[in-house]
């Protein structure tokens, strides 16, 4: 028997396998591929103090072996997901984690103290790196007194693990996440969305409403890769991979470079069930390389 | 409409779809549930048994076909696709989402209208028109391929009720859809008493791009028009003669987007009830990503999910 927890400050995964925000839905769209029981957590679409309508329509390209994006966090707010959502999904027996976005100081402190209260959300992600939303979560996440602002205004009020949630397009991802670590962070996610865009030569317009998008799916593997590795020597606290991940192999190449867990993001559109698939191959994986405890993975990458 | 929950609760019974599906997953809420349905028939909210049918999640599946029949054509291709299990109850209007295998430019997947359905021998007929690399590698599959299919998707048109007399128009590849959606409406069991006129208005630039019409006759009436005037009337959709002389409750129409809005058009104007069924570029295809919105009177919906089948009255066309 393979040992698949994994241990987070204050939250414990059943596997290290999540499903990242934005790809996922609220996990009630995937329940007809996916045993959620079997995934170490869910983490659901990002919410906003307000109501968000998103960017207008078209949102998306397809890129070689990947996507660009530009949905902009459309979302019905924190209280909808109160009243309406956070009732249905509460009891799926998986860590259901919110995903927490905002545009200032003060939205995110009210969205996350309201996540505070509820019982069976044991942590959010802080979303500080949305490339999609004007004077967004960006703005907090590419500077270090930016991200020790809004952690430390959070950490204030929410009492339970805190993820951060890490943007790539900045100079030095480590400073980063350092600065997320000092100001209070319980572990740091990355990478959210490499900054892109996509042209249409016959008719000389963007592909996307905004210009540009958000890069994610199998393309972005390596640079996650590097950036989750030069993290994890830098921080202390947890780190949590994802960015392109697509087979258990993949996950498994994040824990090496130092992820304690990872989530999958994109790839869930190719393969609805290949969350579920992805925490079964670890444990193949272990099984073949005489692993008894998954946790020996994490940083294992032999120099 | 109590003929139409009695099938239902019948078709759920024998299937045990839903109860198997709970198994596995006991804790996961689902919209329309066999327990949420039997509670409706059993407290005699007959009004909402239909909004359950519109809105309920049926059981997705993914599926690996085998293309067992393969009919070529002018820049596109019907695909026979044959399942080894039981194909999920598909209603007319929903569609597929296909992994497209070995091409480089497709690293999503395509979704595709259901052309056909046949229980019997689990087969869907999927109608595919070669636009880019994707879908001309789909095209370019052969008999005996395997394809990768997430099924089925989206809501569906709207069931027409007895006696009304119902247009279906396509345009292009947008004929695909109709052809199932009018099958089913004679298989209909609340239909079955009921004489139904369906007819079809299909609309191509020109004759080669009106495909599998025979299919389409052994359904209904069939009415033509091209832009060059190669078959039927000559002109648009919304120019054909019939627009004077039918009487018609309903308007089905799948097309580009001109063809659908003209016809919105002209359904406003008359007075029709009408839907559309959209095609907004997807990623997921199943209500998680959120790009494939369409700005409506209820905000952004997901084509996807939300429609592809939308009343017009929702739109802001």
Not at chain 1, 259 to 275: E, H, K, L, R, V
Not at chain 2, 61 to 75: A, G, W
Request: glycine share 10%; charged share 20%.
């Amino acid at each position: 028997m393979v040992k698949t927890e994994i241990k987070l400050k204050g939250l414990t995964l059943k596997n290290p396998v999540m499903t990242a925000s934005g790809t996922f839905g609220y996990g009630e769209e995937y329940a007809d591929f996916v045993d959620l029981s079997e995934l170490g957590g869910i983490i659901v679409k990002g919410t906003t103090l307000h109501h968000r309508e998103g960017n207008p329509y078209p949102r998306m390209a397809e890129t070689p072996m990947g996507m660009l994006n530009c949905v902009g966090l459309q979302n019905k707010g924190v209280d909808y997901f109160i009243e309406t959502i956070y009732p249905r999904i509460r009891h799926f027996e998986t860590n259901v984690i919110v995903n927490v976005s905002g545009s200032n100081i003060d939205d995110y402190v009210t969205a996350a103290a309201k996540m505070d209260a509820l019982d069976d959300i044991p942590a959010i992600e802080l979303n500080v790196s949305c490339p999609n939303v004007k004077q967004g979560g960006m703005a907090f996440g590419v500077t270090c007194s930016g991200i020790e602002q809004v952690v430390k205004a959070v950490r204030d009020v929410y009492h339970k693990h805190l993820i951060v949630k890490l943007s790539p397009n900045v100079t030095n991802i480590a400073e980063i996440a350092l600065a997320a670590e000092a100001a209070g962070a319980d572990s740091v996610s990355l990478i959210n969305t490499l900054l892109g865009m996509a042209i249409d030569a016959e008719t000389r317009k963007p592909v996307l409403s905004m210009v540009t998008g958000g890069l994610s799916g199998a393309c972005v593997k390596p640079v996650a890769l590097r950036m989750v590795w030069q993290v994890a020597k830098a921080v202390k606290i947890p780190v949590i991979g994802l960015g392109g991940i697509s087979s258990a192999t993949d996950a498994i190449e994040f824990l090496l470079a130092g992820a304690s867990a990872i989530q999958i993001g994109t790839a869930n559109f190719i393969d609805p069930a290949i969350s579920g698939k992805v925490a079964k191959g670890i444990v193949e994986y272990c099984e073949r390389h005489g692993v008894k405890d998954v946790n020996e993975l994490v940083g294992g990458m032999i120099l | 409409m109590l003929r139409i929950m009695c099938c239902y609760a019948e078709y759920v019974a024998s299937q045990n779809v839903w109860p198997a599906a709970n198994r596995r997953s006991p804790h996961i809420p689902r919209s329309g549930t066999f327990h949420e349905v039997n509670h409706i028939l059993r407290s005699s909210k007959f009004h909402e048994v239909n909004h359950i049918l519109r809105s309920s999640k049926f059981i997705m599946k993914i599926i690996d076909f085998i293309v067992v029949e393969k009919q070529s054509f002018q820049r596109a291709a019907l695909l026979k696709l044959k399942s080894s299990t039981p194909l999920p109850e598909i209603r007319g209007g929903q569609f597929v989402n296909v992994r497209v295998d070995g091409c480089d430019k497709a690293y999503l997947r395509r979704p595709i209208s259901i052309h056909d359905v046949d229980y019997q021998n689990n087969t869907i007929d999927l109608l595919i028109q070669e636009k880019h690399e994707g879908t001309k590698t789909l095209c370019a599959l052969p008999v005996g391929a395997r394809v990768n299919i997430v099924l089925p998707l989206g809501n569906g048109f709207t069931m027409p009720e007895k006696d009304d007399n119902v247009l279906l128009i396509g345009g292009g590849i947008g004929i695909a859809p109709l052809l199932y959606f009018a099958k089913t409406i004679h298989s209909n069991i609340s239909c079955r008493d009921a004489i139904h006129r369906i007819s079809f208005l299909l609309g191509g630039r020109t004759g080669s791009d009106l495909m599998l019409l025979d299919r389409f006759r052994a359904v209904g009436d069939v009415f033509i028009t091209t832009n060059d005037g190669s078959m039927g009337e000559k002109g648009f959709v919304t120019d054909h003669s019939l627009w004077n002389t039918m009487e018609i409750n309903k308007i089905y129409a799948c097309g580009p987007m001109p063809m659908m809005k003209a016809v919105a058009k002209v359904a406003r104007e008359k007075g029709i009830w009408c839907e559309v069924s959209l095609e907004n570029q997807m990623a997921c295809g199943i209500g998680a990503c959120l790009c494939c919105v369409e700005s409506t009177k209820e905000g952004n919906l997901c084509v996807c999910k939300e429609g592809p089948v939308f009343n017009v009255e929702r739109l802001l066309w």
